[in-house]
Structure formats: C-alpha cells, structure tokens
C-alpha cells in the first residue's frame, strides 16, 4: 500500500467532515511527518495531489490553507467522474502500474499496422510544433500501443487515461515541465520502445516502459 494514503485519507476526512474549512491552516510538513511515521517527502507528495485538486493552497512563508473552493470540490468528488477528479500524481501512478503489465499482450498481439500506426504518432510528435500538439501525440501513442494489446478492457482504459491527460491540471503541469531537451529525450524513449515492440522483445520493452514513466515522473511531478 502507498504509504501516503492514510495522511491523504486523514487529510480528506477533516476537510469532508468540516473540521477544517476554507481559510483553515493545515499543520505543519513536519508535524505531520512525525505524526503519521513518514517522511517530509512523502508529506510534500500529498499536498502536491491535495493542491492539484484545488484543495488547499500553499503560502512560503506562512503556510498551508484551505482553498475556497474546497467544499465545492469535495462535493464533486461524490460524483465519481474519475477525469475530472484524478490527479496529476494518481495518474502517474496508474500508469506506473498499468503501461508495463500489457506490454506482454502487445508484444504477443501487435500486428504490422498497429507498428504503422505507433510509427505515425512519433512522426506526428516529433513534428509538432507546440508542447499541447505534442502532448497529444504523446498520449496517441500511448493509446496505440494499449490498441495494439487487441483487449477491449485495456483499450478502454486507456482512453480514460488520455482523457485525464487532456484536462488542464495536467497540461499546465507539462507545458511547465516540457523543456526543449527533455521533449527531444521523450521522442528518443519512444522510438526506442516502439522498436523494441516491432523487435517481440518483451523484456527491453518492459524496461524503456518503465525508465520512459519514471523520467516523465520525475520531470512532471518532481518525485
């Protein structure tokens, strides 16, 4: 289990239950840290996922607050729309645990237009001429390759993934991250993988999958 989930959890339940409200200081990183047994990395990674969902807002300085608009966005969370509502972070860390498991299917299942086809979307990625043209192919790879495991489940899935990645939480934060040379790193990490797919090689496969989200991570999320 992600050792932040019962710090988010905590967090959430005194937000909900109105124990804390708009304007209300949260304790310190290093409060919580000794609280909850973790370490003030692990403490800065939640509210980086409770400030990607406009929960609380951070002043340097001065501290850590409830956002305004935090009641609203709590009650939009009973709605259960997983695009509006997954964060930048649990995105990543869906991805992490969803991208190299199919790799299997895809090696054993992609056909020669499904290679056509991811040979296009790095074509097209490395084309684009702005971070969102790019983005979008980024992702239309991704979603190809996940086609190319021929399984309908896996396919859906992955268009719900594309989706979160068109809301704005996530653009603002690539647009922002997206250097020149990291978006050059990018395209390399995708033509290695897209070889490696044409190649049946499941292992190599695996491993750029892996090394290729753990970069964009990093770069995106700072962790």
């Known amino acids: 289990m992600d050792i932040s989930f019962p710090l ?9 239950s109105g124990k804390w409200s708009a304007g209300d200081r949260l304790p310190t990183e290093r409060e919580l840290s000794e609280q909850f047994k973790i ?36 009650m939009s969370l009973a709605t259960g729309d997983p695009v509006r509502l997954t964060s930048p972070a649990e995105l990543m860390e869906a991805r992490l645990a969803l991208e190299p498991a199919i790799i299997d299917m895809v090696v054993g299942n992609a056909t020669a237009a499904d290679f056509d086809r991811m040979e ?11 971070v969102e043209e790019f983005e979008h192919w980024d992702g239309m790879l991704h979603e190809v390759i996940a086609d ?16 979160i990645r068109a809301q704005g939480e996530w653009g603002m934060l690539k647009k922002r991250s997206v250097t020149p040379e990291r978006r050059v790193a ?7 993988l897209v070889s490696a797919l ?25 962790f």
Do not use: P
């Open 120 to 130: 296009a979307c790095c074509a097209k990625a490395e084309a684009a001429g702005t």
């Open 148 to 163: 190319a495991a021929h399984n309908s489940f896996v396919t859906n899935v992955f268009k719900l993934m594309n989706q």
């Open 39 to 74: 370490s003030r990395t692990t403490v800065r990674k939640v509210f980086q996922d409770l400030k990607d969902r406009g929960l609380i807002s951070q002043t340097v300085g001065s501290g850590t607050y409830v956002t305004e608009q935090a009641a609203s966005t709590l």
């Open 8 to 16: 988010r959890d905590a967090i959430l339940e005194n937000l909900q």
């Open 198 to 222: 044409k190649d049946r090689d499941l292992a190599r496969a695996r491993d750029l999958t892996v090394k290729h989200l753990l970069n964009v991570r990093r770069n995106l999320l700072n």
């Open 186 to 192: 990018y395209q390399n990490e995708h033509r290695l």
